[in-house]
Nanobody, 120 residues
Framework: QVQLVESGGGLVQAGGSLRLSCAAS????????MGWYRQAPGKQRELVAN???????NYADSVKGRFTVTRDNAKNTVYPQMNSLKPEDTAVYYC??????????????WGQGTQVTVSS
């Protein structure tokens, strides 16, 4: 049906930058929103940033001013640019897509997750 493929995680020092990407493919008709969540050990999964269909972006307070999310509509891909990374940004980052399929079903899909580790 729909697949989300993530890339770009890794190890970086505090103050550094990483750029993730998430490409969606499959029987997609229209996106409602696409973005990223993260989950650190022992914590709940939380929204990091997303872009809704109008193009408006939403960010967690903890990443405002440091992270920027953009999208390439032609490629069905979302890119979060993460700057000034902090050790507390360490988590598994998950891509999420809220979309309508071509069969008229609205569903939410998750990527497999990519580890981001920020060393102090």
């Amino acid at each position: 049906q729909v697949q989300l493929v993530e890339s770009g995680g890794g190890l970086v020092q505090a103050g550094g930058s990483l750029r993730l990407s998430c490409a969606a493919s499959g029987r997609i008709f229209r996106f409602n929103a696409m973005g990223w969540y993260r989950q650190a050990p022992g914590k709940q999964r939380e929204l990091v940033a997303n872009i809704i269909s109008s193009g408006r972006t939403n960010y967690a307070d903890s990443v405002k001013g440091r992270f920027t999310v953009t999208r390439d509509n032609a490629k069905n891909t979302v890119y979060p640019q993460m700057n000034s990374l902090k050790p507390e940004d360490t988590a598994v980052y998950y891509c999420n897509a809220d979309l309508w399929t071509i069969t008229g079903v609205r569903s939410k899909y998750w990527g497999q997750g990519t580890q981001v580790t920020v060393s102090s």
